[in-house]
C-alpha cells in the first residue's frame, strides 16, 4: 500500500439518513492527489457526515465511491486506512498513560518474536515526526502534552501508513493561532508529497489561504466546487447561507414593553461579558458556530454550571443562582440541549419525567397518583402529545420526546424559558408544532430564549438576535439587521 | 418518505379526539393503585379495551419472578419437612433476617440511587460497640446510649455521603474504607472482648413477643413500609429514582442530587446502627464480630434478588423484602432438611444468578414486545 500511491478518490451520489432526517442527498465529491479541497458549510450541513463516510467511519445509504476506479466500499476506519484513507478528528482520542509511539502505533503494535518491538516503534514514530518538523522524544507520555502537541502527533498517527488521501476535521477549533499555522504548515508538506487532503474548517481564512478548491455544502447538498482563487470570503458566506431563506412567512407578534429579565456582564471560565436585556414575551435567537459558547451561556444563567462574576434581575429583583433549584425558584427554566443524555430518562414514562421537577415543589407533601394524572393529562393536552405517556418516554417518536420535555418545564409558566436546540432531532411536522407552541408562549407574555444552531430556526422565531462567537457576544441585532449573511459574518472568527 | 401521516397544524381543532385516547389510561388508575407495582419496571398494562382483562394482566405482570419463586420455595420446603410450615418456624425464620432485613431497607435506597454501602455490617457491629462501652464503662443511662450509637451509625453514613458527593470518591471505595475503619475501631474500642451485662429491659426487643411474635420482627417490617410509603409517595423518596437512572437529568430538573447521596447513605448507616441494637438484644452483649461479611452479603443479595440492579434506579423495598425472605427460607430450609451449612451458600449464590437472569429475561422480552407494537 506504501509503493502505489493512488491518485484520485471520487465520490458519486452519496446519500445518508438519520431515522427521517436526510442529511446527505446525492453529493459528488473528488479529490485528486496533491491538492488540498476544503470543505465548507453551515453546522449540520453535513460536512463531517460526507467525510466520515470517506474515511469509513459511517456507511452511506446509498452512491458509491471509487479509488483509481476501483470500487471503494470500506465498512470501518481500518479497512478505508488500508485502502490508503485517513481521517484526523476534530476531538483528540489519545490514551494519556501511554507513550507517543505508543499512542501512533495503537491497534497495531510491531512485534518481533512475540514482543513489543520498542526500538523499532520509537524509530519509525521519530521518523514520521521528524518529517512533521516536530522535534519530540516519541518515549514521552501523551499526558503531559499540551493540545497542540497533541494534535500533532494525531497528525503524525495519521501519516504513519502514508496514506494518499488524509481528512482534517476542524483541526483548528481547539487551537491558537500559532499552532494553527503549524498545522497549516505540515498540511503544505503532505500536500507536496503528493497526498490528497480534505481541509474542514469554519476559519474561512484558513481555507483560503490552504485550499486548491473549495467545496461547499447547504442542508446535506453540494452547492458550489470553485477553484480557491476564484472564491472570497464573502462569496464563501452567500454560498453556505444560500439564497436568502424563506422566512418571515410569520412575522413574531410584538413583545411586551417591560423587561422582565435583565442579565448584566456575566462571565465565566466559557465566556464573557454576556449583557442583554429580555422584554415580556420576547423571543430571544442565541446564535453563532458550535463550541462558540452559546449553550454555556444558557447553562449559567439557569444554574447548571457556575459563572464567575455578573448579575441577573428578574422583574427588577436580583436573584442570585448558584443552583438549578435557586434559578427554577427565580422563574428561569431551561430545556437542555440533548434530550437523551440531559433531558429526559427514557426508561421512565413520560408521566413520571414531567413530574420530576415539580414533586418536591408543588405536591403538598405526598406524591399521589392523582397530581402525577393531573400534571399529564394537562400537558398532553396542552402541547397535544400523542402516545400512551405512562410508557417509558423513549419509546415515543422524537417530536413527541421533545413535547413531553418541553412540557416538563411548562407545568408552571416560567419567566424566562431557555431552549437550547428545541428541535434537534424532530421531523418536520413536529418542528412546525414546536415553533407554534414557542409563539403561543411568548403570546402568553414569557420571554424565551431560543438557541440553535440551524439559522433558519433562529431568523424563523426571534425578535432580536444575540451573536456569539469565541465566548464573546459579538452584537444584538433586530429583526430587520439579522440577515443570515449579516450573522455569518459576525460568528466566523476573523 | 414517512409513512405516518404527518402531523397537521390544524388537528390543534381536533384535540378533543386526541385527548380522549389519551387521557384513556387515567380511568384504570385506580386499578393500577389498588395494585401498587414498583416504579421503574415498565410494567404498566397496554391500554386493553376490556378494563377487566387489562386489570388481570396488570396483576399477573405485577407478580414478579421472585415472588413466584418465594412461592414454590415454601410449598417445597413445605412438602420435604413437616416441620417447616409451622407457626413457630415461620416466625423464627422473619426473627432469623430481621437484622438483615433493616439493613437491607437502608441498602435498597442506596442502590436505587446508583451507589453500593459494603460499610453497613461493620457499622452495625461498631455502633453497638460504642453503645455498651458508653453504658459500661462511662456509666452513661442507656437510653443516651442507645441515641449515641444511632448517631455514630448515621456519621459513619454521612462520612460516606461527603466522601462520595463531595469528595468524588466511588461508593464502592469509599464504603470499603469505612467498612474497614468501622471493623477495626470496635475491635481497637475493647480490644477484641465482647462486653456483657446490658438492662434487662433491652433484652425485650428480642424477647416480648405481641401475637406470638418477637417486637424486632414489627421493627424491621415497620422500616419496609415506612421506607416503601417514602420511596414511593414522598418527593425525597421518589428522586431516587430518577437520581439513579441519570444523575445529570436529575440535577437539571432541579434536584439537589449531593443533598440525597448525603441523606441516603446516612439513612444507610442510621439503620445499620437500628439493626445493631437488634442483634445486641438477641445476644445481650456487643460482640465485636458481630456485622461480618456474610451479614454484608446477605443484604446485598436480598435487595439484588429483590429485583434491584446496580447499576441504579431499580428497585423497591417490597422486592427486597421478598429476596430477604428468599434468603431466609433457604438458610432455614435447608438446615432442617440437614443439608451442610458449607453447602448453604453455593445454593444462595444459584438464586442470585437464578433471579437475575430470570428478571434480564422477562425485561428482554417486554422490549421486545414494545418493539413489535412500535
Known amino acids: ?494 | 418518505m414517512t409513512a405516518a401521516p404527518e402531523p397537521d397544524p390544524t388537528t390543534r381543532t381536533t384535540r378533543t379526539t386526541e385527548g380522549d385516547i389519551v387521557t384513556s389510561p387515567v380511568n384504570t388508575a385506580p386499578a393500577a393503585q389498588a395494585a401498587p407495582t414498583p416504579p421503574p419496571p415498565p410494567a404498566s398494562a397496554p391500554p386493553g379495551p376490556a378494563a377487566s382483562a387489562g386489570r388481570f394482566r396488570q396483576a399477573l405482570r405485577s407478580i414478579s419472578g421472585p415472588l413466584v419463586g418465594l412461592v414454590l420455595l415454601v410449598v417445597v420446603m413445605s412438602l420435604l419437612s413437616p416441620v417447616f410450615f409451622t407457626p413457630n418456624n415461620l416466625v423464627n425464620i422473619l426473627v432469623q433476617v430481621s437484622y438483615i432485613g433493616i439493613m437491607a431497607a437502608g441498602a435498597t435506597l442506596v442502590i436505587i440511587l446508583g451507589g453500593i454501602d459494603l460499610s453497613v455490617a461493620a457499622v452495625l457491629g461498631f455502633s453497638f460497640m460504642v453503645v455498651a462501652v458508653l453504658y459500661q464503662n462511662l456509666g452513661w443511662p442507656f437510653w443516651l446510649c442507645i441515641i449515641a450509637g444511632l448517631a455514630v451509625g448515621a456519621g459513619v453514613g454521612l462520612v460516606n455521603g461527603v466522601l462520595i458527593a463531595f469528595g468524588n470518591v466511588q461508593p464502592f471505595i469509599a464504603t470499603l474504607s469505612t467498612m474497614f475503619a468501622a471493623t477495626g475501631l470496635s475491635l481497637y474500642l475493647t480490644n477484641g472482648t465482647p462486653i456483657l451485662g446490658l438492662p434487662d429491659w433491652f433484652q425485650g426487643l428480642s424477647h416480648v413477643r405481641l401475637a406470638g411474635i418477637s417486637l424486632q420482627v414489627f421493627l424491621m417490617i415497620g422500616v419496609f413500609v415506612i421506607g416503601g410509603l417514602w420511596l414511593k409517595y414522598r418527593p425525597a423518596g421518589r428522586s431516587l429514582y430518577a437520581i439513579g437512572s441519570n444523575d445529570e437529568v436529575a440535577r437539571l430538573s432541579g434536584i439537589r442530587v449531593k443533598a440525597m447521596q448525603l441523606r441516603v447513605y446516612a439513612i444507610a448507616g442510621l439503620l445499620a446502627a437500628v439493626a445493631g441494637l437488634v442483634v445486641g438484644a438477641r445476644l445481650n452483649a456487643a460482640q465485636p464480630s458481630a456485622g461480618n461479611s456474610s451479614d454484608l452479603l446477605s443484604v446485598i443479595a436480598a435487595v439484588v434478588i429483590g429485583g434491584a440492579s446496580l447499576a441504579g434506579g431499580v428497585g423497591s423495598m417490597r422486592g427486597t423484602f421478598i429476596g430477604l425472605l428468599i434468603i431466609g427460607v433457604l438458610n432455614n430450609g435447608l438446615t432442617l432438611l440437614n443439608v451442610s451449612p458449607y453447602l448453604q451458600p453455593v445454593v444462595i449464590g444459584a438464586v442470585i444468578i437464578l433471579a437475575v437472569l430470570s428478571d434480564g429475561k422477562l425485561i428482554g422480552q417486554l422490549r421486545a414486545r414494545f418493539r413489535r407494537r412500535a
Request: with cysteine.
Open chain 1, 1 to 494: 500500500m506504501t509503493d502505489e500511491i493512488a491518485t484520485t478518490l471520487v465520490a458519486t451520489g452519496l446519500i445518508k439518513r438519520y431515522g427521517e432526517a436526510t442529511v446527505l442527498r446525492g453529493v459528488d465529491f473528488t479529490l485528486e492527489s496533491g491538492t488540498v479541497v476544503g470543505l465548507i458549510g453551515e453546522n449540520g450541513a453535513g460536512k463531517s457526515t460526507l467525510s466520515s463516510i470517506i474515511a469509513g467511519i459511517k456507511q452511506p445509504d446509498g452512491g458509491s465511491m471509487t479509488i483509481d476506479g476501483r470500487p471503494y466500499a470500506p465498512s470501518g476506519p481500518l479497512e478505508a486506512l488500508t485502502s490508503g484513507v485517513a481521517i484526523i478528528h476534530q476531538e483528540i482520542k489519545m490514551i494519556p498513560e501511554l507513550s507517543v509511539a505508543e499512542n501512533m502505533f495503537l491497534g497495531r503494535v510491531p512485534t518481533r518474536r512475540g514482543r513489543v518491538d520498542y526500538a523499532g516503534m520509537y524509530e519509525s514514530a521519530s521518523g514520521v515526526l521528524a518529517q512533521l518538523g516536530v522535534h519530540l522524544d516519541p518515549r514521552m507520555l501523551v499526558g503531559g502534552l499540551s493540545t497542540a502537541t497533541q494534535q500533532e502527533i494525531e497528525i503524525a498517527r495519521a501519516i504513519l501508513r502514508e496514506p494518499s488521501f488524509v481528512i482534517f476535521d476542524e483541526p483548528s477549533a481547539s487551537l491558537g493561532q500559532e499552532e494553527t499555522e503549524r498545522v497549516l504548515e505540515q498540511i503544505g508538506l503532505l500536500r507536496d508529497r503528493g497526498t490528497g487532503v480534505v481541509y474542514i474548517s469554519h476559519r474561512l481564512d484558513e481555507v483560503s489561504a490552504i485550499s486548491d478548491r473549495v467545496v461547499c455544502l447547504r442542508d446535506g447538498a453540494k452547492v458550489g466546487d470553485r477553484p480557491a482563487a476564484e472564491i472570497d470570503r464573502d462569496g464563501m458566506i452567500r454560498a453556505m447561507v444560500g439564497r436568502s431563506i424563506e422566512r418571515r412567512a410569520i412575522e413574531p407578534e410584538p413583545h411586551g414593553s417591560e423587561v422582565v429579565a435583565r442579565v448584566t456582564d456575566l462571565c465565566s471560565d466559557r465566556f464573557e461579558h454576556v449583557s442583554f436585556d429580555l422584554h415580556e414575551g420576547e423571543i430571544l435567537g442565541l446564535s453563532g458556530l458550535v463550541g462558540a459558547g452559546r449553550t454555556e451561556i444558557v447553562r449559567a444563567l439557569a444554574g447548571a454550571d457556575p459563572f464567575r462574576s455578573g448579575e441577573v434581575e428578574v422583574r427588577g429583583r436580583r436573584v442570585r443562582i448558584r443552583s438549578m433549584s435557586d434559578a427554577i425558584a427565580a422563574g428561569i427554566v431551561m430545556v437542555p440541549e440533548d434530550r437523551k443524555t440531559q433531558g429526559l430518562n427514557l426508561n421512565r414514562s413520560s408521566a413520571e419525567n414531567i413530574a420530576t421537577p415539580w414533586e418536591s415543589r408543588l405536591a403538598k407533601g405526598f406524591v399521589t397518583r392523582r397530581f402525577l394524572t393531573k400534571l399529564k393529562k394537562r400537558m398532553a393536552e396542552e402541547l397535544d402529545i400523542r402516545g400512551d405517556l405512562d410508557k417509558p418516554v423513549g419509546l415515543l417518536s422524537g417530536g413527541n420526546q421533545q413535547k413531553v420535555l418541553l412540557g416538563k418545564w411548562l407545568v408552571q409558566k416560567p419567566t424566562v424559558l431557555i431552549l437550547d436546540e428545541p428541535t434537534r432531532g424532530v421531523d418536520v411536522g413536529a418542528k412546525e408544532a414546536i415553533y407554534e407552541i414557542i409563539r403561543g408562549l411568548s403570546r402568553q407574555g414569557v420571554a424565551v430564549i431560543v438557541v440553535s444552531s440551524e439559522l433558519e430556526e433562529v431568523l424563523l422565531l426571534s425578535h432580536r438576535v444575540m451573536v456569539v462567537a469565541g465566548g464573546r457576544p459579538r452584537d444584538l441585532l433586530d429583526r430587520e439587521q439579522a440577515t443570515p449573511e449579516r450573522i455569518m459574518q459576525l460568528s466566523v472568527p476573523s
